[in-house]
DNA sequence: TATCTTAATGCAAACGTTTGCGCGTCATTT
DNA sequence: AAATGACGCGCAAACGTTTGCATTAAGATA
């Protein structure tokens, strides 16, 4: 009873006496079948729920067009910014047709591997991805590029193959805010960053260090400490706030960490954004459920994600060369909010 | 260039002076292969990347079992409990060696139906889906079964389908929660939930009330509303606490609108928890994020999809029937915080 | 040496489509 | 009345696999 098989063109060309060669022109709307014909074997699909199979369509174009399924690879869905991302690239896919094959590499280069290894079996026209915080090796990548897959990197990109990429102007969003907290008053201001091997975070610590330069401040290296997520933030804080010269501003390189040295320097009786000021990035659901609401550099992860999906698709339907990279920048928006003056 | 072809079994037929059958049988370990051939075979495939053509596997073998790939259906991605199940999906399948294609309805029917048969013709195994606000027509779920697509349900079940699904005790969960906040001093217990006709909504009524009725108390209509974000909250919250037999305690059936009645108390003078306790529902970052953080129950989205995806894959390998639906329940917790006494 | 096994390989059909080519039928043109 | 052309349709090959069956060659037995 389970073995109930789907309806094929032989079931229809049998059924009404036709070739299967006829069922597939008439179906595809061809004009050399005759009007009549054509209507009569439009309605008996209809009729009798004929869904077209994918697989065979594939198989029968795949040495002409590729498939239209695109990999994706996050190195975590239980994330604001990629779920944002992954919902935009959903989107951009289904409006133009595509559809989305998703796997999560757990931030490690073997996993990643076995991905990029099962999408080029799976046919895959394309793959979006973000690199794990692991991968230090790209013969995978590059093995896709090889083999005529192309590949769009966003948010976390692989600053050693010249490949298409999605970012957000980390430099300009780090910049924008650590001026506006340094005009508003702040006179030092911290800066917690993320693995500085990641491009995003030497592209967010050159914004920051520019706009002390160019507010006449020096950056100095008590102040700059690899922190990214919220038990460090609560860990590293304290002692910060404990320094003869203590910082009076921070700028961290997520909200999760923002929020951590909010609540730190309010418990240790600090007022924010009085005597301390704090700033996130990302803009997510945390950013406004914290009180004070924290100000963040929002970064549009839908945007980047339809962006990036666009390159892709461009890429695969010969719009855009295999062989020159596209490089694209996504604003991102100082959201001022309760964690600064 | 990017005509360049991927390696078929026929190539390497060709390189090696063998039949393609041969180069298959070779592969796939075959007994009656010679051993010098075998290994000539595999070391030739190995050093020139071959990888089996998956869609071509899936033709061959389309008429006795199906595709490797599960389809996956969510209301929305960017929200932390769907996030949290799919990627409970995503591991589960990948640990068994399927793969996943997901698709958001946007909470629209007419999306949901488009990606039924879009899921249809792209052969998909089986799917994995949480119903749209909107869908009260359920011919496209029925036409999957018909055509011998298994489908399990997970947090939005179908009741008029007699299909599997997994959910969480929302019964249960409720009612431990509500029972603490009598137990702990509350005397009037508000109800904030969603849309009636949806089961969750139901039952997690359900759990309320019979926590009302065995602490000797009576539900009241005043004190249940359907409110189910943030700014519905924080609109409908003042007359709450304005009314002359103000609720001391809220129950909100997620962790978002938990927090805007919360913050709705706070901004109005009460003091969270002493004059008004606050509990909500999922347990997300924002749970967390807010001050004081939120008490909440918690409902975990990786197992809910790691069963939802064993249940889906059990039943397309046959070791489920497909006529008896698999009916399962994942455990809630109650997660104490600063919002409750 | 003739016959029988057994092992190793090849042939060809099948999965469900698409599509170049050719064939027959009919109406139009000379 | 013969030639031309258009139209509508079917044949068959192809996409990359798998697999039942036939085939071959070698070794074992009589």
């Known amino acids: 009873m389970n073995e109930k098989q789907p309806l094929t063109m032989k079931d229809i060309a049998a059924q009404l006496g036709v070739s299967v060669a006829t069922v597939s022109r008439a179906l595809k709307n061809s004009p050399n079948i005759s009007k009549q014909r054509r209507e009569l074997i439009q309605q008996y699909a209809r009729e009798h729920d004929y869904y077209p199979n994918v697989i065979a369509e594939q198989l029968r174009h795949s040495r002409q067009k590729p498939s239209q399924i695109i990999g994706v690879i996050l190195p975590q869905i239980v994330h604001y910014y990629f779920a944002s991302i992954l919902s935009g690239i959903e989107e951009k896919a289904k409006e133009r047709g595509y559809r989305i094959m998703v796997a999560q590499s757990d931030e490690q280069y073997e996993r990643e591997r076995e991905i990029c290894e099962s999408f080029m079996k799976n046919k895959v026209c394309g793959i979006i991805v973000s690199q794990a915080k692991d991968t230090e090796q790209y013969d995978h990548f590059k093995k896709l590029v090889n083999n005529g897959i192309p590949l769009v990197f966003y948010d976390r990109i692989c600053p050693a193959l010249n490949a298409s990429r999605v970012v957000v102007d980390d430099y300009q969003g780090t910049y924008k805010a650590v001026s506006y907290m340094i005009e508003t008053g702040c006179k030092r201001v911290a800066f917690y960053g993320s693995n500085m091997n990641m ?34 933030a609560e860990k590293l804080t304290p002692a ?85 990279a596209e490089k694209r920048m996504v604003r991102t928006r100082l959201v001022v909010r309760g964690t600064t003056r």
């Open 240 to 324: 910060m706030l404990h320094m003869k010269n203590r910082p009076d501003g921070f700028f961290a390189i997520n909200d999760e960490t923002a929020i951590g040295i909010m609540y730190t320097a309010k418990r240790l009786g600090f007022r924010v954004p009085e005597d301390v000021a704090v700033c996130g990035f990302t803009d997510s659901e945390r950013a406004v459920s914290c009180d004070p609401m924290l100000t963040t550099v929002k970064q549009d992860g839908r945007e980047v994600g339809s962006q990036a999906t666009d390159v892709l698709i461009d890429t695969v339907e010969g719009k855009l060369p295999m062989d020159r």
């Open 199 to 232: 491009e995003i975070s030497k592209n967010r610590l050159n914004g920051y260090k520019d706009a002390l330069y160019h507010h006449g401040l020096q950056p100095s290296d008590e102040l700059i400490k690899q922190c990214d997520n919220r038990s460090d």
